[in-house]
């Protein structure tokens, strides 16, 4: 179980032939052959060789992750290869470089392959006056209607607008108008003045989501993007498409006139809503999340996210999140609960002890529970939670952190086969404390409801033992949790947490990623990061003194849990470190 | 529903497909064979073709939409069709284009073909007959008309029963 930790998880691949070209000038040295966006082994095009020299070369219809189709010609650039002369053997200059024939045509740099002593030319005056002609023609038929365009901020046409745009347009006759707010699906929007028919959209739902629901219809200037009629666009993926889009065309439903891009602020984290864990950034302004979007990591999500883990940030701001520390339902302090709750853990016979955390918990909280457990001799577990997978992101576990929960000694490999013994311990008087995070533990039904018609990811707890009846048995019932619930309602002690948006941590994904996530929002009232707390508690039960920040608990726990061994919260970087699990 | 695929047609479009390497090839040829039959093509005839072909509806449908010949609504039982490229344009066939509207009561402003309430005529303009020296030319359905006047064109409509 502990193997060092890798930051990849692919083997390597076998070595590819380098070749040199030339770019503005400048020579670099690049695999011939490079991964297209499926993946596979391709001729590198010249817009892939520019993005490792560092030159920008502007694209609509090219995206890395998608398939090349070239319909845009923003990328066209000149370029030369070297001549060759009557023996079909390149012409050598004198100073020993190839003699270079430029060619009379540009081309697109998005689809053309790059070969050996090839000079590409990004900022000739030619390039400059194609790319202004470009998009003098994709502004013909543009609304320009950017003080109420959602995309206003991180639009390509605005940007390149910026750097080829004319201030004036030259269009002196009426523009076509297409369809303003076209209701594609449950959650995308379309306004098709705006579509400059990069095709985008089109290639991410029938390549990247298998589900071929988009198309341009009609003819010439009237062209549009459409589904089928009848037939709406929506699939789990949806909102992809809504990134993916260089412009304002495609709107999400939820984000669409909600906020500026340009007041958000940007938060690295992460998508708790399965085992997957997607690499996302949250939007937020003002202590409130008004979006995620997906953060590029090959190694988790690509460049996607699916709709539901997406749209499922509401809760962090519900009105009914615990903000007040309850001792016995009465207003308390952290200090006079912690304290009283640390005496009675203190004296509280071995095996008198159980507790059950959540697997939505991060890596750093379960282990500082792992002391906990073990200082007290106490029977632990964890709650799992199932839902449907489906072929691209989504994993059928709905916990975050299964395996962070896991690889502390929290739960077994089969999570939820301790929560048997612990009813029996409570039913028989033997265990007479009860500590619970994160888990509505007193409701177990079935929540199948879909994403459209609540808020919540399709998932079921699974079955477990533990009721109302029996947890009023304890003498002690200690709950952690985001809302109020049915549990906390029966809580002696109602400690207030926070939601990964409020806090710092990492998580171990389904496939033993290890991703940290930051904090975005501050938590409402008296509600505290776990960590804290637990730290605390840990302090005053244990005896031992422990790191009182995240970076510090994390490099602790990295030298005392196997599977973290020789991780560091900084190591871990933007996108995680792959660990053995 | 709209449309029921006869054996005839059925056989007609799996002749049509084996004419071809892939069957996404023989989209625009089935529809031709679905407008022939029927004189148009529904929704639910886009969706039996994108069957057939192995293909989802809205491929079958960006096809139906780019082609103005390729009906999307059943045409009147008269199909009146007037030329409007440039020497039929020079020759006057906005203006009998203005007078078969006015006289069937459709409006001359309106995009595309349009359809008489009872359902009798449709008239659209189309691009260049190939007989530009006879301006302004028009078609009843595959009836060809040379050099119109409104008379003329009076004379068409009464022609028609
Ligand atoms: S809607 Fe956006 S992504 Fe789709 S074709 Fe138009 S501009 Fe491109
Ligand atoms: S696949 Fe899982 S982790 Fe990724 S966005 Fe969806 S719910 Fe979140
Ligand atoms: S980016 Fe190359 S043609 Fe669009
Ligand atoms: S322009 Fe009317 S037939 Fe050619």
């Known amino acids: 179980m502990s193997t060092a930790a890798t930051t990849e998880t692919k083997t390597a691949a076998p070595a590819i032939e380098k070749i040199k070209v030339k770019i503005d000038g400048r020579e670099i040295e690049v695999p011939r052959l490079t991964a297209d966006w499926s993946g596979k082994l391709t001729p590198m095009t010249m817009i892939q060789a520019c993005e490792l020299a560092k030159t920008d070369v502007p694209h609509y219809c090219w995206h890395p992750k998608l398939p090349v189709v070239g319909n845009c010609r923003m990328c066209l650039v000149e370029f030369g290869t070297p001549a060759l002369g009557p023996d079909r053997k390149p012409v050598i200059n004198p100073d020993g470089t190839f003699k270079i024939a430029k060619s009379p045509r540009p081309a697109i740099a998005c689809a053309t392959p790059i070969s050996p002593g090839m000079e590409i030319y990004t900022k000739t005056p030619a390039v400059k006056q194609m790319r202004e002609g470009v998009l003098e023609s994709l502004l013909i038929n543009h609304p320009l209607d950017c003080p109420i365009c959602d995309q206003a901020g991180e639009c390509k046409l605005q940007e390149y607008s910026v750097d080829y745009g004319q201030s004036a347009s030259r269009f002196v006759e009426a523009k076509v108008h297409k369809p303003k707010a076209v209701d594609l699906g449950p959650r995308i929007m379309l306004d098709a003045e705006r579509c400059i028919l990069c095709t985008r959209c089109i290639r991410f739902t029938r390549d990247i989501a298998k589900d071929d629901a988009l198309g341009i219809i009609n003819r010439g200037s009237y062209n549009t993007i459409a589904t089928f009629p009848g037939m709406p666009f929506d699939n789990n993926y949806t909102l992809n498409t809504v990134d993916v889009c260089p412009v304002g065309a495609l709107t999400s439903k939820d984000f669409r006139f909600q906020m500026r891009a340009w007041f958000l602020k940007e938060t690295k984290s992460v998508c708790t809503s399965c085992a997957t864990g997607c690499s996302v950034l949250f939007g937020s302004r003002e202590e409130k999340i008004y979006r995620y979007t997906p953060r590029d990591n090959d190694a988790v999500n690509a460049s996607w996210m699916c709709d539901a883990g997406r749209l499922n940030y509401k809760w962090i701001a519900r009105a009914d999140r615990l903000k007040d520390v309850l001792v016995r339902g009465q207003k308390s302090t952290w200090t006079a609960a912690l304290n009283e709750l640390s005496d009675k853990l203190k004296k509280a ?11 939505r918990q991060t890596n750093e909280e379960l282990w500082l ?21 489906d072929k691209l992101l989504v994993s059928a576990d709905k916990n975050s952190n299964t395996n962070g929960a896991r690889l502390t000694g929290i739960c077994f490999t089969e999570m939820g086969v301790n929560l048997q013994p612990i009813t029996d311990g409570i039913e028989s008087g033997k265990i007479k404390t009860l500590i619970v995070f994160g888990e509505n533990i007193a409701k177990h039904g079935v929540n199948k409801e879909k994403l459209r018609d609540s808020e919540t990811v399709g998932e079921v707890v699974t079955e477990h033992s533990l009721t109302p009846e029996l947890l009023a048995k304890l003498e002690t019932l200690v709950v952690s949790d985001i809302h109020a619930n049915e549990t906390t309602k029966l809580a002696h002690f109602v400690l207030p947490g926070a939601t990964h948006a409020e806090k710092r941590g990492s998580f171990t994904n389904g496939k033993g990623r290890v991703q940290k996530f930051m904090k975005a929002v501050e938590a409402p009232g008296d509600a505290r990061a776990e960590w804290e707390f637990l730290h605390d508690l840990v302090h005053n039960v244990t005896g031992q003194n422990g790191f009182v920040t995240i970076e510090g608990l ?25 660990v053995q699990i | 529903m709209s449309f029921q695929a006869t054996p005839e047609l059925e056989a007609e479009v799996n002749e049509l497909i084996s004419h071809y390497p892939v069957k996404r090839a023989a989209s625009l040829m089935v529809l031709h064979a679905i407008q022939e039959k029927f004189g148009w093509i529904s929704s639910d005839a886009v969706q039996w073709t994108a069957k057939k072909l192995e293909l989802q509806p809205i491929n079958v449908f960006e096809i139906l939409t780019f082609y103005p010949m390729l009906r999307q609504e059943p045409q009147g039982k008269y199909a009146i069709k007037v030329c409007r490229t440039l020497s039929c344009a020079l020759g006057g066939a906005y203006e009998l284009h203005h007078h078969f509207c006015e006289k069937l009561g459709l409006d001359a402003h309106k995009h595309g073909p349009q359809t008489t309430k009872d359902g ?14 006879t301006a302004p030319v028009m078609m009843v359905g595959e009836k060809f008309y040379e050099g119109v006047s409104h008379k003329k064109a009076d004379e068409i409509v009464a022609g028609c029963k």
């Open chain 1, 349 to 359: 016979p071995v095996g008198s002890v159980a507790i059950i955390a959540s697997a």
């Open chain 1, 369 to 389: 529970i792992s002391k906990l457990k073990a200082k007290l001799g106490a029977i632990s577990d964890s709650i799992a939670r199932v839902g449907d997978a």
């Open chain 1, 554 to 578: 994390f490099n602790q726990m990295a030298k005392e849990v196997p599977a973290f061994s020789g991780l560091t919260w900084q190591a871990i970087g933007d996108t995680g470190v792959t």
């Open chain 2, 120 to 133: 009798k005529f449709t008239v659209e303009f189309v691009e260049c007959l190939a007989s530009c020296g």
